[in-house]
């Protein structure tokens, strides 16, 4: 999957700019937008790694935009021609995480970026959010508390997205191959799991029950 990052600017010469600069050095996949209202449409449609944010944009203000993004996911960094001290005390309280001024060097520009972009570790499917590099799980991107023997059942699931897993495979890869089948134990922790990374539980959608054979994830995969 290629990572995905948005440049936010109007001026489409330095927004061509820096498309080029980032394509020629192979980063990521690069979506563009013109005002506020367009990013926040992209923004509810993908998910970003990356934002290169303009301060100026026409009539409005680059700063409304940083309210949208998650900086638990997106890393923010601005590109404007504001350079007060004040301006970039602002951006980094509002969650930015780098700051370059105009005009800038495409190159240096690109390598930023890139500092940045990392293989993807983010599994999402529909609500539910899990980032295997942090081993932290969100559902509709609000912080779920697993244990550590939930998030292992967790992981073995959505590594095995739309397989059926017995019983005696799932004590394999979660509990140790050692440890003896108990309908009980499983089922506990399966219906405790379900409380927290399902919309319904009582009606699941990613962990259904397969009549005599086991369990299955499914988990439509979403970019």
């Not at 937008?33 to 509810?44: M, P, R, Y």
């Not at 601005?78 to 969650?95: N, P, R």
């Not at 990392?118 to 609500?127: D, I, N």
């Not at 089948?181 to 799991?193: F, K, S």
Request: glycine share 4%; with cysteine; net charge negative.
């Amino acid at each position: 999957m290629s990572e995905k990052i948005l440049v936010v600017e109007d001026d489409k010469d330095i927004q061509e700019l820096i498309v080029l600069s980032l394509s020629t050095q192979n980063i990521g996949s690069v979506h563009t937008a013109d005002n506020i209202d367009e990013a926040k449409e992209l923004l509810q449609s993908y998910d970003f790694q990356v934002v290169l944010l303009d301060l100026n944009l026409k009539s409005e203000n680059g700063y409304q935009l940083l309210k949208y993004i998650n900086s638990a996911f997106t890393k923010v960094l601005i590109v404007t021609a504001k350079d007060s001290e004040l301006d970039v005390y602002k951006g980094f309280e509002q969650g930015a995480i780098d700051y370059i001024k105009k005009p800038f060097d495409p190159i240096e520009l690109a390598y930023r970026v890139k500092v940045h972009i990392k293989p993807s570790q983010v599994l999402k499917f529909g609500h539910l959010t899990i980032d295997r590099a942090a081993a932290d799980v969100y559902k509709n991107q609000q912080p779920v508390s697993l244990t550590a023997r939930e998030y292992d059942l967790l992981l073995c699931f959505s590594s095995n997205n739309n397989q059926i897993l017995s019983k005696e495979q799932l004590y394999a890869n979660v509990w140790g191959y050692d440890t003896a089948a108990d309908d009980n134990t499983l089922m506990v922790h399966i219906r405790t799991l379900r409380k927290k990374i399902e919309i319904n539980p009582d009606k699941p959608e990613l962990i259904k029950t397969v009549r005599r054979q086991g369990y299955i994830f499914r988990g439509s995969i979403h970019e």
